[in-house]
């Protein structure tokens, strides 16, 4: 049995537009231009049926990937969450050793952003997150060596 799998309402969202979008719009597509080119003749150097047999391939093993994403789904609200401590969803500005802040959001493994700081709830700092509460410190381990980190805010939105 697969772990379930975590995720907010927006990487739910777009999940199911990915997968609507190649249902019934990329998918359909490929197949007429399949079907088109697979008329034209002998399919053993056919370009165009070559490589849409290939994208249509493709097309079918994301779709089966979406599929079953979806049905270990688990959607946690973040604006639902009503408790202290850093859980999934939750918003968590740190501070290191220097001062610097950093802010990072924990969502499924789906969601993953590093640039906008969306990292994975399986994630080492995700990890060592979960549980903190506000003005909690501890060390966290990473590429670099060793730095101790704050829990500077706490936010569910």
Do not use: C
């Not at 309402?9 to 999940?15: T, V």
């Not at 979406?66 to 973040?78: A, F, H, S």
């Not at 506000?134 to 101790?148: H, I, L, S, T, Y």
């Amino acid at each position: 049995m697969a772990s379930l799998n975590y995720i907010t309402p927006e990487g739910l969202a777009r999940i199911q537009t990915e997968l609507k979008k190649l249902l019934y719009d990329e998918r359909p597509k490929m197949v007429k231009t399949v079907a088109w080119a697979a008329a034209n003749g002998d399919r053993s150097e056919n370009a165009d049926y070559t490589y849409g047999k290939k994208r249509l391939r493709e097309i079918d093993r994301r779709i089966r990937f979406l599929q079953k994403r979806l049905d270990n789904i688990e959607v946690v609200d973040p604006k639902t969450v009503t408790h202290a401590h850093i859980s999934f969803a939750a918003t968590v500005t740190l501070e290191d050793e220097e001062g610097e802040q950093a802010t990072y959001m924990i969502v499924g493994e789906d969601e993953i952003d590093a640039a906008q700081g969306k990292i994975s709830w399986k994630s080492p700092l995700a990890k060592a997150l979960l549980g903190k509460k506000q003005g909690d410190a501890f060390a966290f381990k990473r590429p670099k060596g060793v730095v101790e980190l704050e829990v500077i805010k706490i936010e569910y939105k």
